[in-house]
């Protein structure tokens, strides 16, 4: 066998220590706040705080465009340098696969979803590579093309991690482009999680399909000369009441204005005194003035399930202050959640009965469940079980590692730390 030369990273959707705590090949770390996807990888790869990098929600509001845009793929949104900046500028071979914000990064190996949505309705499935015969490869590789609707939505499961999982230890044994660091993603667990909560049997199942994935991972980190890195990125609570719905109160305060179009009412973000963009456990307030920061502050610390309004002094304070925050950020109580809708059912807007993760100014995990009539997603909130983002005592995330590292890190912020040391000492 050769002898480890290179590493891959993997984050695992979802992967809390409480799933895992009687396995003693894992250990607990504090993961970065919010505890959301876009946040921690943008965390992880530049080893720095949300009010440094500027990646501050899996959803962002653009001031200029008075527009709300989630999970936007564009490496320029994570700012400043690169775990890896000095380890690439010595000559090594950087891979991710399936991380967000990964199109235009300065790798040399891109594999992520990027279908084209057609106008006459539907989308053609393909993903984006670098280099772009990667595509044709891994489908043949895998013997089939990813397929996004395993990836999010109601049929959203395990096989989108199948797929994810052969392409990545295809690409480790891909002589010609393998990368010395490969971050890779596996997604599964968190849609069980969502939907079930995080014990039961629907949970136990997904993770034994985990450990399985593992297995096969660590045999081919094992052929092609890599050590290994799994850690979760955050981990799922069970959701103990319903839904926080903080567009409704700042709405009835007269602070969250609508369009009405065919008796449906749509967002007015341009005469909006403040409205919340949000994002699982968190959400931000965006505001028009001063008048009314302290007006949607008053409104939302009265809101049942609301246990923090921060300004931007406080999240300063805990490092998440950007351009990009919020006005204010507010937090969820342990086992709430916030939902992003404004309206009743009757009148919902066209996009909210879809899957729709690029344009509906907020996160939608009712998008995990069909409505009536299919295709049509859900607006039941009572059916969601699980949620994250608050960084509650008592959910660590999971971690592992075939590195000897000098030290046990207890963050994943040592994590990200202890992958640039590897780095570094090979630069």
Not at 166 to 184: F, S, Y
Not at 410 to 427: E, P, S
Request: aromatic share 12%.
């Amino acid at each position: 066998m050769p002898s480890p030369k290179k590493l891959l990273v993997v984050d695992i959707a979802a992967f809390g220590w409480n799933l895992v705590k009687n396995l003693p090949e894992f250990q607990p770390a504090t993961t970065f706040f919010p505890a959301v996807t876009s946040v921690f990888q943008a965390c992880f790869r530049t080893a720095a705080t949300p009010g440094a990098h500027g990646l501050v929600a899996n959803g962002l509001f653009f001031r200029d465009l008075r527009k709300v845009l989630f999970w936007e793929q564009a490496a320029t949104l994570v700012e400043g340098p690169r775990i890896w900046d000095k380890f690439r500028a010595r000559g090594g071979k950087v891979g991710m696969m399936f991380w967000q914000q990964s199109m235009g990064e300065a790798v040399d190996l891109v594999v992520t979803p990027a279908p084209i949505h057609k106008h006459s309705g539907g989308m053609i499935q393909a993903c984006y590579t670098q280099p772009a015969e990667l595509e044709e490869r891994l489908n043949e590789a895998v013997g089939q093309p990813f397929n996004l609707m395993n990836y999010w939505g109601p049929l959203a499961n395990h096989k989108s991690s199948d797929w994810i999982v052969e392409a990545t230890c295809a690409v480790l044994g891909m002589r010609d482009i393998a990368p010395d660091l490969l971050l890779t993603y596996i997604p599964h667990l968190d849609y069980d999680l969502q939907r079930h909560g995080p014990h039961g049997e629907p949970a136990r199942k997904s993770l034994d399909l985990l450990l399985g994935y593992l297995t096969q991972i660590k045999a081919a980190c094992r052929e092609n000369g890599y050590d290994w890195i799994f850690v979760g990125d955050y981990a799922i609570e069970p959701v103990q009441r319903g839904a926080i719905f903080p567009n409704r109160a700042l709405r009835d305060a007269g602070l969250f204005e609508t369009r009405d179009i065919r008796a449906m009412d749509y967002t007015d973000f341009f005469t909006s005194r403040a409205f919340a963009v949000v994002d699982h456990q968190i959400a931000h307030v965006y505001c028009k003035d001063a008048a009314a920061i302290q007006e949607a502050a008053e409104v939302l610390r009265q809101l049942p399930g609301v246990c923090e309004v921060l300004d931007r002094k406080a999240q300063a304070a805990r490092s998440l202050e950007h351009p990009r925050s919020g006005d204010l950020l507010i937090v969820a109580e342990p086992g709430a959640w916030f939902a992003y809708p404004w309206f009743e059912k009757n009148h919902a807007p066209d996009y909210a009965s879809h899957v729709d993760i690029h344009n509906k100014p907020g996160y939608d995990p009712c998008e995990l469940f069909f409505g009536w009539p299919p295709p049509s997603v859900s607006f039941d909130t009572q059916k969601i079980h699980g949620s994250h983002g608050s960084v509650a005592p008592g959910y660590e995330v999971a971690w592992a590692t075939s590195l000897q590292l000098p030290s046990t890190p207890k963050t994943t912020m040592d994590l990200a730390a202890a992958t640039q040391a590897w780095m570094d000492a090979r630069a």
